[in-house]
């Protein structure tokens, strides 16, 4: 059997994507990312759900084109059915669904989180995990080590019970006057300040679970009572702020690590999702090989945030399962797993 050649669809927030893979490789990988939600602070989801419109057509025309080939060369389409904000992901579906119809080729659904850390398979030369492995999958909306024991068969072992770690980053840039997202800002701004500049607790949370909502809190406060002694403390201390913030992030997220893999005897240990962009937690994953004797997987920058490439990969492998869609389907707006 000739390799399929599998487009990608992923709509499910505020980016609208398209990628064309050729069995595992990758053909092209396109994201429009909406500047709309920069001035709200956060996504507003109405405007995602325009704005998706407005971009899946170009969106999905350039992947095709820049992969080189027509869409009558496709072998089925993946499309994202969640979760995600429900107005996003039908506009995904809705797309998918007539495309399917069109070029009479099916559909294969994927689900986000689990294409997050399927990313870790799109051939580019690079070592890839085997099974069972952990991954550490840190986004906007989730925080969570997953037991990866086959392409769909995950189990999440441990997650967070507040705030995911994106938000924390993304709140602790908007105490300090950055834009959202702010998590690439404070990336920014730790590599000139001192990460021991300031302490805050670590939160106390029993097991494998997270928690980012404590450490928030009591950054606000701190931040609070400095600017009524000094109205410029912010103006002052912002690369410090931003530097202990990320390393408090850090720690806590590599410390359940090390105890996922201490429990489960596992260690090999992939980062996925957007937060994985970090430079600080990448170093901290990598660093694991030599203090904890962890083989460590980090994802390419272009599929640490979200894009199609990895909703393709995921589809990939159902279609070798031959899962394919119905047309009756709908989108799922909440995460599947008992997590
Ligand atoms: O996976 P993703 O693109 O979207 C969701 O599914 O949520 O993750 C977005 C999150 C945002 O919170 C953003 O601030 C964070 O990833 N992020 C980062 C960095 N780049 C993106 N956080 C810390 N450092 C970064 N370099
Ligand atoms: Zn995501």
Same mark, same amino acid.
Request: proline content about 4%; charged content about 20%; glycine content about 10%.
């Given at each position: 059997?000739?390799?399929?050649?599998?487009?990608?669809?992923?709509?499910?927030?505020?980016?609208?994507?398209?990628?064309?893979?050729?069995?595992?490789?990758?053909?092209?990988?396109?994201?429009?990312?909406?500047? =709309?939600?920069?001035?709200?602070?956060?996504? =507003?989801?109405?405007?995602? &759900?325009? +704005?998706?419109?407005?971009?899946?057509?170009?969106?999905?025309?350039? %992947?095709?084109?820049?992969? !080189?080939?027509?869409?009558?060369?496709?072998?089925?389409?993946?499309?994202?059915? *969640?979760?995600?904000?429900?107005?996003?992901?039908? =506009?995904?579906?809705?797309?998918?669904? !007539?495309?399917?119809?069109?070029?009479?080729?099916?559909?294969?659904?994927?689900?986000?989180?689990? %294409?997050?850390?399927?990313?870790?398979?799109?051939?580019? *030369?690079?070592?890839?995990?085997?099974?069972?492995?952990?991954?550490?999958?840190?986004?906007?909306?989730?925080?969570?080590?997953?037991?990866?024991?086959?392409?769909?068969?995950?189990?999440?072992? *441990?997650?967070?019970?507040?705030?995911?770690?994106?938000?924390?980053?993304?709140?602790?840039?908007?105490?300090?006057?950055?834009?959202?997202?702010?998590?690439?800002?404070?990336?920014?701004?730790?590599?000139? !300040?001192?990460?021991? +500049?300031?302490?805050?607790?670590?939160?106390?949370?029993?097991?494998?679970?997270?928690?980012?909502?404590?450490?928030?809190?009591?950054?606000?406060?701190?931040?609070?009572?400095?600017?009524?002694?000094? #109205?410029?403390?912010?103006?002052?201390?912002?690369?410090?702020? +931003?530097?202990?913030?990320?390393?408090?992030?850090?720690?806590?997220?590599?410390?359940?690590?090390?105890? %996922?893999?201490?429990?489960?005897?596992?260690?090999?240990? $992939?980062? $996925?999702?957007?937060? &994985? $962009?970090?430079?600080?937690?990448?170093? $901290?994953?990598?660093? *694991?090989? #030599?203090?904890?004797?962890?083989?460590?997987?980090?994802?390419?920058?272009?599929?640490?945030?979200?894009?199609? +490439?990895?909703? %393709?990969?995921?589809?990939?492998?159902?279609?070798?399962?031959?899962?394919?869609?119905?047309?009756?389907?709908?989108?799922?707006?909440?995460?599947?797993?008992?997590?």
């Amino acid at each position: 059997m000739s390799e399929p050649i599998i487009l990608g669809i992923e709509s499910s927030c505020d980016d609208t994507s398209a990628a064309v893979l050729k069995g595992q490789k990758i053909l092209s990988n396109k994201i429009a990312t909406q500047e =709309v939600h920069t001035k709200y602070g956060g996504v =507003v989801p109405e405007l995602a &759900s325009r +704005a998706h419109q407005q971009n899946i057509i170009p969106v999905v025309d350039l %992947a095709i084109k820049e992969a !080189g080939i027509n869409k009558s060369d496709l072998s089925a389409i993946a499309i994202t059915r *969640g979760p995600g904000l429900l107005g996003s992901l039908l =506009v995904g579906t809705s797309f998918v669904k !007539g495309m399917s119809m069109g070029l009479n080729i099916p559909i294969l659904e994927v689900d986000h989180l689990q %294409a997050h850390i399927l990313a870790h398979f799109i051939d580019r *030369g690079q070592d890839m995990p085997s099974f069972p492995f952990l991954c550490l999958t840190v986004s906007g909306g989730h925080t969570q080590i997953v037991k990866v024991k086959d392409y769909f068969d995950m189990e999440i072992i *441990g997650k967070t019970i507040d705030d995911a770690a994106g938000e924390a980053f993304d709140k602790t840039a908007k105490i300090l006057g950055l834009p959202y997202p702010g998590g690439p800002f404070i990336d920014k701004l730790s590599k000139i !300040g001192n990460e021991d +500049a300031f302490t805050f607790p670590m939160p106390r949370i029993q097991g494998i679970n997270y928690s980012f909502s404590g450490i928030k809190t009591s950054f606000l406060y701190f931040v609070r009572d400095e600017l009524k002694k000094d #109205e410029n403390f912010i103006e002052k201390n912002r690369n410090d702020l +931003a530097a202990s913030m990320q390393k408090l992030i850090i720690d806590i997220l590599i410390g359940k690590l090390k105890r %996922a893999s201490r429990e489960t005897g596992i260690k090999q240990i $992939a980062l $996925a999702g957007g937060v &994985s $962009a970090n430079s600080g937690l990448r170093k $901290a994953i990598m660093q *694991g090989e #030599e203090l904890y004797g962890w083989k460590s997987y980090i994802p390419e920058f272009q599929f640490t945030t979200d894009n199609a +490439a990895m909703i %393709a990969i995921s589809g990939y492998y159902k279609y070798i399962k031959k899962e394919f869609l119905g047309i009756d389907f709908t989108p799922y707006a909440r995460a599947l797993h008992k997590s």
